[in-house]
């Protein structure tokens, strides 16, 4: 199992551009598939983008072109570089990691997106 621990989440205008981090403690880190989610105040968590162990990648519709994910296994972390941040994009971003019968999950990382 692996532990998983967020950064890069901050306050930027409209428009910005923030990366957030997810590094990973644990073994067999490049088997996992990796994932952003986030949750804004009174919504469900929702999968902002998805990467497998094998490569491929998903996002969901409202940050296609914009968000970008990417996995460095050499050092066991997941990247989210997030472009033309909207207002909307405000929300605690998780990182997420699974594969065969194990699952886990950070503590969340705040992104606020405002002038």
């Known amino acids: 199992q692996v532990q998983l621990v967020e950064s890069g989440g901050g306050l930027v205008q409209p428009g910005g551009s923030l990366r957030l981090s997810c590094a990973a403690t644990?073994?067999?880190?490049?088997?996992?598939?990796m994932g952003w989610y986030r949750q804004a105040p009174g919504k469900q968590r929702e999968l902002v983008a998805r990467l497998t162990s094998g490569g491929m990648t998903n996002y969901a519709d409202s940050v296609k072109g914009r968000f970008t994910i990417s996995r460095d296994n050499a050092k066991n972390t997941v990247y989210l570089q997030m472009n033309s941040l909207k207002p909307e994009d405000t929300a605690v971003y998780y990182c997420?990691?699974?594969?065969?019968?194990?699952?886990?999950w950070g503590q969340g990382t705040q992104v606020t997106v405002s002038s």
């Open positions: 644990g073994s067999a880190f490049s088997f996992y598939n």
């Open positions: 997420k990691a699974d594969r065969t019968l194990k699952e886990s």
